[in-house]
C-alpha cells in the first residue's frame, strides 16, 4: 500500500484529509519505532492492521472527549473549568481508559459496575454470572492495577 493509497482509505474512515494525514504519519511512524519485524509479504494488510488500531484509539479518545463534554455541559454556567483544567482531566480520563481496557473484560465490567453505577458485589455477580466472592477477586486485581498505575 503506498502512502497516498493509505491516506485515501483513512480519509474515508475519518472524512477529513488533515485528520487522514496525521494518521498515516502515526502509522508509518509506528512501523518505524516498533520492535517486532513487519510481515513483508503482506504490506497492504500489515499497514492496514496497524491503521485500523490507530483509528480504534482515536475513536476511543473521541468517545471519551465527548462524553466529558457533555456532562461539563449539564453542570450551571457558574461552574467553570479552564482550559488547562479540562485538558488534564481529558488526559486523565484517557490514561484511565486505557488501564482499564488492558484488565479482562470481566474484571473491567466488574470494577466499572461497581465505580460508575454503584452496584453491590452480589448485585454485580448476578450481572457477571459469577459468585460475590469472584466479584471480590476482579475488584482486587481492578485496584491493584490502579494503584500500580498510581491513581
Known amino acids: 500500500m503506498t502512502a497516498p493509497s493509505i491516506i485515501q482509505w483513512l480519509e474515508k474512515r475519518v472524512k477529513d484529509r ?8 502515526d502509522t508509518f511512524l509506528r512501523i518505524i519505532t516498533s520492535k517486532e519485524t513487519p510481515n513483508l509479504n503482506e504490506p497492504r494488510a500489515y499497514l492496514t492492521t ?16 465527548k462524553a466529558y463534554l457533555e ?6 454556567e457558574e ?6 483544567d479540562s485538558a488534564i482531566i481529558l488526559e486523565v480520563l484517557r490514561e484511565i481508559d486505557e488501564l482499564l481496557n488492558q484488565l479482562p473484560e470481566k474484571v473491567r465490567t466488574a470494577f466499572l459496575l461497581a465505580q460508575l453505577d454503584d452496584l453491590t458485589y452480589v448485585e454485580i ?11 471480590r477477586k476482579y475488584m482486587a486485581q481492578a485496584m491493584f492495577q490502579c494503584l500500580s ?3
Open 71 to 76: 456532562r461539563l455541559s449539564a453542570y450551571p
Open 149 to 151: 498505575a498510581g491513581f
Open 79 to 84: 461552574v467553570t473549568i479552564s482550559v488547562e
Open 18 to 25: 488533515l485528520q487522514a494525514e496525521d494518521h498515516a504519519h
Open 125 to 135: 455477580g448476578q450481572r457477571l454470572g459469577v459468585s460475590d466472592r469472584m466479584v
Open 50 to 65: 496497524i491503521a485500523k488500531r490507530l483509528l480504534i484509539n482515536h475513536w476511543r479518545r473521541s468517545a471519551i472527549e
